[in-house]
């Protein structure tokens, strides 16, 4: 009998735990918290195998504990005043930024009208019957 998806991302999870144990060493982790994201390309995995496996999260959650580390940080927004200074030397003023977008939005307004005008001469021409006539000659006339 073939083997599911699950039960080899599962089997995948026990290898790399029961490697770890074995080894004498921990999986990777910043002291206080298990790196998922580190844990999971370690074995192969994506965090849609996280996600769709409540058995993966309940052996990791085993192993944190077992290892009196959380299994996971949740993230968090970092104040202004935080932000690191290569982030913050990119920024740009809320004024300027609220003037670039409404200078946008006025010139998407802009094209929008001319393309709505573009086509209601298209359609005008299109309607005229000596138009026809001149196309057949060649599409080409005196002005």
Not at 23 to 43: K, P, S, W
Not at 93 to 99: I, Q
């Amino acid at each position: 009998m073939a083997r599911s998806r699950k039960q080899d991302a599962l089997s995948v999870m026990e290898a790399l735990i029961a490697q770890a144990r074995s080894g004498g060493h921990l999986l990777a982790n910043d002291g206080t918290a298990l790196c998922l994201g580190d844990i999971l390309g370690a074995a192969g995995l994506s965090w849609n195998h996280w996600r769709r496996y409540p058995e993966m999260r309940s052996s990791l959650e085993a192993y944190a504990v077992e290892h009196n580390l959380l299994c996971s940080r949740q993230g968090r927004v970092a104040p202004e005043d935080e932000a690191p200074p290569s982030q913050a030397q990119d920024m740009v003023s809320a004024a300027l930024l609220r003037d670039v977008q409404r200078r946008l939005s006025d010139s998407e307004k802009r094209c929008a009208e001319l393309r709505a005008e573009n086509a209601a001469l298209r359609t005008k021409i299109a309607r005229m019957p000596h138009i026809d006539a001149l196309v057949a000659k060649g599409g080409r006339f005196a002005p």
